[in-house]
């Protein structure tokens, strides 16, 4: 079951942009956590929030953010399962790590829709800062790895 609830518009913190969100996706990981499945990483409280990927338009910036500016149309991702709010809302405040300024002339639905390269993207630079493989903003180059011969 869903419920629809009229909750405070979350403020940016430090290095975080505030999004008015016009497009949001539920994925397969949605459903499992709602149903339990994750418990060991989600926690067991319930309600779960629902809504990882968002795109929209940024409204406000956190301090100390750079690199983005009100009105920018971005998409993004919310961090895996440290998200206190979902995606499925009015706003969203989200790390700028975590948001690609959308091609122009996209529509936000289709920025959704068509998440799952420029996520998987994100995702893959995240990890890589957090191993310090990489640092801000270097870029991240996706493509198979190099094997040995032997």
Known sequence: MLAVREVDVPQPGPGEVLVRVRAAALNPKDVFTRRGSFRLLSGGRFPKIVGLDFAGEIVGLGRGTHGYHQGDRVFGFLSHWSAIR??????????????AAMPRGCPFEDSCRHLALPVAYLHVHELALEREEVSDPDPVKLGPRPRSRG
């Not at 979902?86 to 948001?99: D, N």
């Open 86 to 99: 979902g995606t499925v809302a009015e706003y969203v405040s989200a790390p700028t790590r975590h948001l």
